[in-house]
């Protein structure tokens, strides 16, 4: 399952499921069916009368009965009585059919929300709290056999509903256009045609990869997308940053052409941040604009490139010089992937992943402080949470006026270095450069956190990435590049400095503080 079913919400009494799930329903822009209200509906009566008439058995077949009804509306939101998958087949069938999370709570927290919702309870009647302890007892290994654990003690309502989304790897962006979703989830790829469907996205279909990427998987993509009734053109493009180009483009326009691709017909990227750019470009101009899917491969693409519909090509004089904002129809990423991915691209990756630790998830930085083993067996968990970042900072600000320029941290000066390396530095490498100066630069103004840059400097060493500009660069063709750099504003740069982890500003202009920098000792 590519992760896009149903969401079951479960847990104990007082836990928070109505309320968390129908939050968290309108953040994904799903349907939300509370159990117990349809249940009621169905009866025409409440469910202290039911209980009274016909005891607990007979609720839990009605029970049963209504969930299977729920599951068959498709994919929702679904806040479930805290007895409903005590029956082994409710409980088979939520598992087939989506994502059960378990919320919990200590008995303190559960007894005191209850108390404010006296009467709704029939296994709670009379004396709440003793009968509240005695039903967790009894129900506590139930509970913990669910493998999605979900503190809902603490925190708003939106707070715990976003969790949830972290916990699941599924978003919703909303703000560019019809909005779309983002799916996390290891073994997805080969469900990518069924959650294409899902989506009413239709055929023919052009699969978009580069020859690296398509060895590994363009067969097996393929396959997922002929079994769900897709006609699929494979296109092939050369790997690496050096074949970003308009030239690219046009060669993909073109094959979209012989393929007869039309408005209503869909483009799948799969591959790394390069492939996604060309294809969404390609797509945001053909016929003036055709429905895609990105599908990424490598780290760096999952956590960063895929998402947020930034498209376009390089210049000679620049990276992303020509572009549109284009968001896709779905993104989905399979984290399993990345097992194939060399180690230096993952490493590459890693810098991302820390910049987004440093913009917005302090959990996120000390995961990726951790030995090599320790990140690599997180991977799954650090995918999810290094996308969640860049999904919220998106959320906010889709089309860069303001708030998602944080997302640029250590992108100035990096896309400075890789036109100056004709892109032999990695964009990774890059940006990890670039993160450190920009933290020296925080640090030389008195803004940063004191050890910041030490720190920084400790994880992404930690990582195997590089901390200061190669000896041997033209410090003089480093500036020449900064000069044409798309975040200037009235010909001055604009950096995005960390103050501490998690905090960053953005924006900043220090035009002659650079300079000092990149060239110490000079006028």
């Not at 989830?185 to 045609?193: A, K, V």
């Not at 046009?250 to 209503?264: M, N, Y």
């Not at 970042?389 to 100035?412: Q, S, W």
């Not at 008195?446 to 930690?462: D, E, H, N, P, W």
């Amino acid at each position: 399952m590519s992760g896009d079913g149903l969401i079951f919400l479960y847990g104990p009494p007082g836990s928070g499921k109505s309320a968390v799930g129908a939050q968290l329903a309108r953040d994904l822009s799903l349907p939300f069916i509370d159990l117990d209200e349809m249940i009621v509906q169905a009866a025409g009566r409440p469910v202290a009368d039911i209980f009274a008439a016909e005891g607990e058995a007979g609720f839990r077949q009605r029970e049963r009965a209504v969930l299977d009804e729920a599951i068959a509306r498709g994919p929702a939101v679904i806040a479930l009585g805290g007895g409903a998958l005590l029956d082994a087949h409710s409980r088979q069938r939520a598992a087939a059919a989506g994502q059960v999370i378990c919320l919990n709570a200590p008995l303190d927290v559960l007894a005191a929300r209850l108390a404010t919702q006296a009467g709704l309870r029939p296994l709670l009647s009379g004396e709440a709290r003793p009968q509240l302890q005695a039903l967790l007892a009894r129900r506590a290994d139930h509970y913990a056999s669910f493998d999605r654990q979900l503190d809902a003690s603490a925190g708003s309502v939106e707070q715990i509903a976003w969790d949830a989304q972290v916990l699941l790897g599924r978003y919703h962006v909303s703000g560019m256009g019809a909005g779309y979703d983002v799916l996390i989830r290891s073994g997805s790829l080969d469900d990518l045609g069924q959650a294409m469907l899902r989506r009413g996205l239709l055929g023919p279909v052009a699969l978009v990869s580069d020859e690296n990427v398509a060895r590994l998987y363009a067969d097996r993509v393929s396959q997922g997308l002929r079994a769900a009734g897709y006609t699929v053109h494979l296109v092939l493009l050369p790997p690496g940053e050096q074949f970003k180009t308009l030239e690219s483009v046009s060669a993909l326009w073109q094959a979209f052409l012989a393929a007869g691709l039309e408005r209503s017909s869909t483009v799948v990227a799969l591959g790394g941040g390069v492939v996604g750019d060309l294809a969404g470009f390609a797509a945001a101009t053909y016929l003036r604009g055709v429905p895609w899917v990105t599908a990424p491969t490598s780290l760096l693409a999952m956590v960063d490139a895929s998402l947020g519909g930034k498209t376009g090509a390089d210049l000679p004089q620049g990276k992303n010089l020509v572009g549109v904002f284009y968001p896709p129809s779905l993104a989905l990423a399979d984290p399993a992937v990345l097992a194939t991915l060399p180690q230096a691209e993952l490493r590459s990756g890693l810098a991302e992943v820390v910049k987004h630790g440093v913009i917005g998830d302090p959990e996120l930085f000390e995961l990726c402080s951790q030995p090599w083993q320790a990140v690599l067996a997180n991977m799954d968990e650090i995918v999810r949470r290094a996308a969640a970042v860049k999904v919220r900072v998106i959320r906010i600000d889709p089309f860069e006026r303001g708030e998602r320029a944080a997302l640029n941290l250590g992108h100035t000066l990096g896309h400075a270095l890789e036109v100056t390396t004709n892109y032999q530095l990695r964009h990774g490498e890059a940006v990890s450069i670039g993160m450190v100066f920009a933290v020296r630069l925080a640090e030389k103004m008195g803004l940063a956190q004191a050890g910041l840059a030490g720190r920084l400097g400790q994880v992404l060493g930690g990582l195997g990435l590089p901390l200061e500009i190669p000896s041997d660069l033209d410090r003089k063709r480093i500036l020449a590049a900064l000069q044409l750099d798309k975040k200037r504003r009235a010909g001055k740069l604009r950096f995005v400095l960390p103050l501490r982890v998690g905090e960053v500003r953005w924006g900043v202009e220090i035009e002659n503080l650079v300079s000092t920098l990149l060239l110490p000792g000079q006028p």
